[in-house]
């Protein structure tokens, strides 16, 4: 019932890369409009796959920035991956004055320890679970002063507004015939503090509420179900201290479902099944070093590990802990990432929280190289 159709998705798009490129011919020398992308390439190896070890394309990306002396502002990302292409963000907004902006179109959701809960290419659990880095079709309040963070935000739903596509960059519920459920309204708070100088702290709370359609329909003898909600709560720490980072999270979700313990999300063309109640917890050290070898100039090395915690038939928690470093050289940046998973989507289980009869540890080495412009 709250679904974005695809050609409004579109018509939005187009809308925005007008208006930035109209606004960029009529007003004053001081506006600006930045284009630049991204191509990296992607190195990686499993312990429980066949036939693998080899170099390929990863991706082709587009970004557009505007903003104004007005006020207005826009953005846009756009990706190309070998398998699919996708939207990462595209959203128009507003600064009312140094304080507070409003942004209306794909943008960011605001929870949790942003703009990531994680150093790694691989992100941590959070963004496999919907729940870091992901981008919805809405509308997003913020307010910054005085060490303080405010934001609201409504969508609508997710990017697409269409459940049953499966390529996209953001981890959103997924409509299977097993799990036949679409995100349809969302509701978005987050305060945050910072205090301290030389110690300083960012301590935080997000609150997310989320409405889910049924719909069953395209499917014969789909699961039985009907409309529902999910609550998700997170408190988050972040320490930076010198070269030094600290960032701890904690995270309830629940996503109230009466037949069933389990929902699918879906992302990167794949759909998978999640633990559908479960506490996640984040704890990530980071160590920024400069350095002078050659065209390096700066490494950060980190140890980010996540833990979903998972009760009841069928369930059991997944672990994943990533080992690395990011390499800075001019304009290109690389990972070197030792990912550890134990039964986690992505490093070798069949989803996160879940029991199909594997639950043991795998490991993956991937090594990313980007050129960004």
């Not at 989507?345 to 412009?373: C, E, K, M, P």
Request: aromatic letters at 16%; a negative charge; one cysteine or more.
């Amino acid at each position: 019932m709250f679904s974005f159709k695809k050609n409004v998705l579109a018509t939005s798009l187009i809308a925005a890369f007008t208006l930035m490129s109209s606004s960029a011919q009529a007003v004053s020398i001081n506006d600006e409009l930045d284009i630049g992308g991204a191509v990296r390439v992607n190195y990686g190896w499993q312990d429980y796959a066949d036939g693998n070890g080899t170099l390929e394309f990863e991706l082709f990306r587009a970004d557009v920035n505007y903003k104004s002396d007005s006020g207005l502002f826009a953005s846009a990302q756009y990706r190309w991956y070998e398998y699919m292409d996708v939207v990462h963000h595209a959203y128009m907004g507003y600064q009312f004055d140094e304080n507070q902006k409003v942004q209306v179109g794909v943008t960011q959701v605001p929870f949790g320890v942003m703009p990531v809960a994680s150093h790694s290419f691989w992100f941590g659990a959070t963004y496999y679970l919907g729940l870091e880095d992901d981008y919805d079709a809405g509308i997003h309040y913020q307010y910054q002063g005085n060490g303080w963070r405010y934001d609201a935000a409504y969508f609508v739903n997710d990017e697409y507004g269409d459940g049953s596509r499966f390529d996209r960059y953001s981890f959103d519920v997924g409509t299977t015939k097993d799990s036949p459920y679409q995100e349809a309204g969302q509701l978005n708070l987050r305060i945050e503090k910072t205090i301290g100088d030389e110690f300083k702290s960012k301590l935080g709370a997000s609150f997310q509420y989320s409405n889910l359609e049924y719909v069953p329909d395209g499917f014969e003898n789909a699961a039985e179900g009907e409309d529902t909600t999910s609550i998700t709560a997170a408190v988050h720490w972040q320490l930076d201290w010198q070269q030094w980072q600290l960032q701890t999270q904690y995270i309830h979700y629940d996503y109230d479902l009466d037949n069933s313990n389990r929902i699918t999300l879906a992302a990167f063309a794949a759909p998978f099944d999640i633990a559908a109640k479960a506490d996640v917890v984040t704890l990530n050290l980071s160590r920024q070093i400069d350095v002078d070898w050659g065209p390096i100039s700066q490494l950060n090395c980190y140890n980010d590990y996540s833990q979903v915690v998972a009760s009841g038939e069928g369930l059991d928690d997944s672990i994943q802990n990533v080992t690395g470093c990011m390499i800075a050289a001019g304009k290109f940046y690389s990972y070197v990432d030792w990912i550890a998973g134990k039964n986690m989507w992505f490093a070798g289980g069949d989803g996160i929280g879940i029991d199909n009869g594997d639950t043991a540890w795998h490991s993956r080495l991937n090594i990313n190289v980007g050129f960004y412009f």
